[in-house]
């Protein structure tokens, strides 16, 4: 197949990946200017995306263009070099503002690799991941002792650029973008024969304006993003702070829409038996309850630690009396006493 055979072929595979991964770049810079300017907005585009279907198959299938990228520059690397020696790329009449970058395109691109993995690990694993392993609250991470759900985007955000190293990791690879897509950008046109004297020069600007552009904004956003995070402000504004209020009053409605189910099944068919349904309930109590309070607890205390000025709603405070009542009815957690060594 000339796709795999040829030079031509392997060029032409590496100029649909990369303007893949352009047009994701694209999407990607957009995403982040929600979260700068509107964040509830993002939060609710972290909501939309979620596990759904058309995210896991764009994830799978940009990871796949990823995958192909890479394996197909290795290889042009490796069939350059044994017919020119150092060269990586073939272009024709290169200027001298691209020499540096055309020498260096697999470079740059396994520092843009490394810090895409950064990103993934601070992000999709820790948000879509947790979501297509249903991942409980108790295990999801934690920002400042409560679960951060992988909805609300701008905890994310907070976490990871808290930490000083994220934006200098994040400046360097948005440094190495910048040379890989400004000249992968035009190189791709030229590939597919767009290498005339009239649209070269042209589309070699628009690369460099598009380039620009997206990494400045990029950058931009990174340095806001770690003044926010290092401020609190994903933690302490208002607006967001309702929109988390309304995320785990939606917890507590589905707790309690899961215990109306258990409880109803545990006293099925056992209206008017006062004594029969005493010892059913005494039994959904020993056997359901130590998992309602654990639950019931971790949602009323993420929601006063993380939206203080939020208002609980009818189920929230439904919860919290069901949860009291069953730690009254439950035993007391046994004390345990220390032995006594002493020989006397």
């Known amino acids: 197949m000339w796709l795999t055979s040829s ?3 392997r060029k032409f595979v590496m100029a649909l990946t990369g303007c893949a991964l352009v047009l994701f770049v694209t999407f990607h ?20 995306l979620g596990a759904n279907w058309y995210a896991l198959v764009a994830s799978a299938g940009l990871a796949l263009l990823f995958i192909i990228h890479i394996i197909y520059a290795l ?9 020119r020696g150092a060269d990586r790329y073939a272009v024709n009449a290169r200027q001298p503002q691209v020499e540096w970058s055309s020498k260096n395109m697999l470079v740059l691109g396994i520092v843009v690799l490394a810090f895409l993995v950064v990103h993934l690990i601070q992000f999709w694993a820790k948000m879509q991941w ?17 679960p951060a759900a992988p909805a609300l985007g701008t905890l994310f955000i907070e976490m990871a650029f808290r930490e000083w190293y994220t934006p200098v990791i994040y400046i360097i690879g948005f440094i190495a ?14 590939t597919v024969g767009w290498n005339n004297n009239i649209w070269m020069p042209r589309l070699k600007k628009i690369a460099c304006w598009w380039t620009t552009i997206v990494v400045a904004l990029f950058i931009a956003q990174a340095v806001v993003f770690t003044v926010h995070a ?20 939606a917890q507590a409605d589905e707790l309690m829409e899961e215990f109306q189910v258990n409880a109803n099944a545990a006293m099925k068919g056992l209206e008017g038996d006062m004594i029969r349904g005493r010892q059913a309930e005494q039994e959904f109590v020993a056997s359901y309850g130590p998992e309602f309070v654990k639950k019931a607890q971790l949602i009323s205390e993420s929601f006063e630690k993380q939206c203080p000025d939020a208002v609980p709603g009818d189920g929230m405070r439904m919860m919290n009396q069901i949860s009291a009542q069953f730690s009254r009815m439950l035993p007391a957690e046994p004390v345990a006493v220390p032995e006594n060594n002493d020989n006397n």
């Open 177 to 190: 973008l910048w040379f890989h897509m400004n000249h992968g950008f035009w190189s791709m046109f030229h």
């Open 130 to 146: 947790q979501e297509l392993r249903h991942a409980d609250l108790s295990v999801l991470p934690q920002l400042e002792g409560i």
């Open 29 to 48: 810079v957009l995403m982040n200017a929600v979260a700068l300017i509107w964040p509830t907005a993002y939060n609710q585009v972290c909501e939309f």
């Open 7 to 9: 030079s031509i072929g």
């Open 230 to 249: 290092r401020n609190n402000y994903y933690t302490t504004d208002v607006a967001l702070q309702e929109q988390y209020g309304e995320f785990w009053n």
């Open 75 to 83: 290889w042009l690397t490796v069939q350059n070099r044994a017919a």
